[in-house]
């Protein structure tokens, strides 16, 4: 229980971060309400689904983005696919500019909190397991990752889409990283998983 509370805690901060600091929002549309997303985001795997899509919010003078995403696996070989909500967080603490309006993003360093749904998951530990059985939560996941992302300028304040951006990610999550350090024999890349993504910013 006290797993889940720090989860759901930590989701709300997530959550509430862009609401907070919501003037310091990359844009320079005064007239944007904080609730209105600063760019639409889609990504490839990453932990969070094999294909997922959603918004998100820029501030700190756009050194950090919070992405609120919806993933999406097919069931494949299984019979069930799986639905995924994720909560996300990203900080890059400097950028280059480059020619003919490329900006990079050497370093970009986060997590996000993510619920699965669907009936192979659990919150609370089901009654057919003895107490303490699992430490964890099947249906949440926190998941770290290191970055870099490159951008260009396409539009200028008056037009809607103002740059593009590709980003590539490495990350992990907690359940596998706490596996590694309980049996070293895990080879590193088995707990990493890499996502590609892109973000278009109005």
Known sequence: MKNIIKYCLLLCIL???FNLLAQDSHTSDT???WYIPDHAVAQFAGNIGLVSVGVGYSYLNDKVQTDILYGFVPAFESKTSIHIVTAKN???PFAIDLANDYVFEPLRIGAGVSYSAGPQFFTRLPKRYPNRYYWW?????LTPFLGMSISKKVGHEATIVKRVQLYAELGSTDLDIVS??????IPVWDILNLAIGTKIVF
């Open 137 to 141: 939560a099947s249906s949440l996941r």
């Open 31 to 33: 007239d944007r309400r």
């Open 15 to 17: 959550c509430g971060s």
């Open 90 to 92: 990203a900080y890059h």
């Open 180 to 185: 590694k350090f309980d049996n070293e024999t």
